[in-house]
Structure formats: C-alpha cells, structure tokens
C-alpha cells in the first residue's frame, strides 16, 4: 500500500509564511519611511501589492499547467496564462523602472530592488507551501475516510 506523506514540514511553512511576512514587512516600512511624496510613496506600494499579486497568480498558472500536461485537462485559458505572465512581468517591470528612477543613493535603491526580489520569492514559496499543504490535508482525509493507514 502506498502512503503519501506531506511535503511540507512545519518549520518549512513558518519559514514560508515568515520570509513572506518579513518581506512583506520590510517593503512597506521602506516605502513609509521613505522621504518623498504621498503619490512616489503610493506608486511604490501600489506595485509592490501588484507584484506579489502577481507572483501568488503566476505560480498557480505555471504549476497548474505543468500539472495538467500529464492529464490532458486544461485548468487554465492560454489567455489566462498570457494573462499571469504578462502581469507578473509588468508589475516586475514598474517596480524596477520607480526604484531606477528614484533619487536617492545606490544603497537605498539596492534596499528595494532586494526587497522586491524577496517579497518576490517569498510569495511564489509561500502560495506552493500553501496549496502543498492544502493537497495533503484532503489526500489524508480521503485515506482515513476510506479506513487506509497513512
């Protein structure tokens, strides 16, 4: 008989959600500590809400597909598909255009290209720690219901 176990550990989803809450975090104590105006320090919230957005949509897309080549079942529309790849790569693309364009030192752009990169990583981790742990939770229940060991 064959058991699944989980892929995740817990430590593995508190280092998840935490690298995304640090990210998260240290992105928008950045851009409210910030010294300009309420519209720059908008413009680089409103991206960094895009790009993680963006990041969480994308890896569903990419794993989804990858998934249903194996089965012959489509989850998502090419459109949708363009769709993720193309927001994701706008909303990288904004984020680094504002952090190009922004006048201050090297040291502060560098603080917020790695801060995007992280928040970034850390939202592609946590959406594939979150639906990894979610499958295992249903495969279980499935295997005791049916009375099988796990």
Known sequence: MFTKGKRNTSAFT???W???????LAMFIGIYTLDEV????GYYAVTALFLTMSSFVLQK???DNMEDSNNG???NTPSFTFLAWSSFGLALLGMFIGIINLEEPLSVKGYYAV???FLTMSSFVLQKTIRDNTEDEGSLHV????GEEV
């Not at 309420?38 to 320090?41: F, I, M, P, R, T």
């Not at 295997?143 to 049916?146: D, G, Q, R, W």
């Open 61 to 63: 897309v990419v794993r």
């Open 18 to 24: 935490a690298s995304f809450i640090g990210a998260f």
């Open 115 to 117: 801060t995007a990169l």
């Open 38 to 41: 309420l519209s720059v320090k």
């Open 143 to 146: 295997h005791m219901e049916s």
């Open 73 to 75: 079942r489509k989850r």
């Open 14 to 16: 508190f280092m998840a």
